[in-house]
């Protein structure tokens, strides 16, 4: 059975990954920081396949991928707004981080090399049905450090090494590393606490959606995908069904709940729009999404009323939450004395 190695195992799309590799009998690598807690992993940890590696994915290095087959690279800063926080962090970490994983995976021998891109390379597409061919358009540091490191992984493509890229339309759905700052889950959590959904920059922006089982699934149908199909490869990872308006997911997640409002707020920072195509990994792969928005809103639901999730944890927002951990880290800069604050 082959080893895979999951960085970012500790994350929203990462902890479903582990779970699902160990399910299907991989042996599995984990590889975080855990900036969001190592109990997420839950059964995983204690799995008699997986193994825990807690390193930064800038010091790994080729003694780390020793018997690994296939590696697949989530780990980084995951969102427009926090790799904003600080640019040089997120050039460090999701450039010089994932080309640091995909050289040190190459020199150990590592056959297939995986890459957690987004479809937020395309920006603010100028036509509708974008293609894995069509011009990018990155609008944001962390879209820029997506296109960049796709650029430099398909530099180390040849025979040994294969390299696939996974551009994921934006993920919905339930994690125990739960992500209240994705489009349908933040509505879906509005809604549910507050009564209301607002619909940021106007709602007529484009937003193709994937649930996160059938990102894991894209991942994992990879992994056994023949080389010629893949290698030096990019997917859209998503379907054709659910590119959606902002305002159309809205009105879906509305109907989830009763009484709830609807407001429209005409501006927003994230300028991104784009309607994109996923004929290929559908043609190539045979991969067919499953899951729909609205069960998944009715699944956030009842995880929500069931007190499966604690709405007050921090952690809960990406952005807020390494901001918290970058004013940590200054506190202790201006404080420690011999490692300790007191
Ligand atoms: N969730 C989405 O909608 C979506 C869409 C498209 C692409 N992606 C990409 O998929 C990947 C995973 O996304 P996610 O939603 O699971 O994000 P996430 O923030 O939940 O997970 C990222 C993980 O990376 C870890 N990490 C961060 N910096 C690290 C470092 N220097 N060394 C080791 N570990 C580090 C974090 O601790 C975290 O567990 C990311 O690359 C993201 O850009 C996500």
């Known amino acids: 059975m082959k080893t895979i190695l999951v960085t970012g195992a500790g994350g929203y799309i990462g902890t479903a990954l582990v779970t699902q590799l160990l399910a299907e009998g991989y042996k599995v690598v984990g590889v975080d920081r855990f ?62 981080g994932g080309s640091n994983v995909a050289r040190a995976a190459k020199a150990a021998g590592v056959k297939r090399y995986i890459y957690s891109s987004s479809c937020s390379v395309y920006g603010t597409g100028k036509q509708l049905l974008l293609t ?34 996974l551009r994921n339309a934006t993920v919905y759905g339930y994690s125990s590393r739960m992500r209240f700052d994705l489009v349908i889950n933040l509505m879906t959590l509005s809604a549910w606490r507050d009564g209301q959904i607002v619909i940021m920059g106007g709602g007529k922006q ?62 927003d920072a994230d300028k991104r729009s784009y309607n994109v195509s996923f004929k290929k990994i559908h043609e190539v792969l045979g991969y067919t999404a499953s899951q729909t928005p609205l069960s998944a809103a009715k699944e956030l639901k009842e995880a929500l009323t069931m007190g499966k999730i604690d ?11 390494y901001q918290h951990l970058l004013e940590v880290q200054e506190t202790f800069s201006a404080l420690a004395e011999d490692g300790k604050i007191i």
């Open 35 to 96: 900036f969001f807690g190592k109990e997420l992993l839950g059964s995983s940890q204690t799995h008699p396949n997986f193994q825990l590696l807690q390193k930064d994915i800038r010091k790994l290095n080729a003694a780390d991928f020793a018997g690994v087959d296939v590696v697949m690279d989530l780990a980084g800063l995951s969102n427009d707004p926090t790799a904003e926080l600080s640019q040089d962090l997120a050039w460090s970490i999701n450039f010089d």
């Open 132 to 165: 894995e061919e069509s011009e990018l358009a990155p609008a944001t540091t962390y879209a820029q450090t997506k296109v960049r490191l796709e650029e430099e992984l398909l530099k180390l493509q040849d025979r040994t090494f294969e390299v696939v890229i």
């Open 206 to 267: 484009w937003r193709p959606v994937v649930h996160i089982q059938d990102v894991v699934e894209a991942f994992c149908t990879c992994i056994s995908a023949p080389s010629s199909a893949v290698a030096g490869e990019i997917f859209n990872v998503g379907s054709d069904e659910q590119n959606y308006q902002v305002f159309q997911l809205a009105y879906m997640i509305k109907s989830v709940f009763s009484g709830v409002k609807l407001i429209t707020a005409p501006d």
């Open 311 to 321: 709405i007050y944890d921090k952690r809960l927002n990406t952005l807020k939450h």
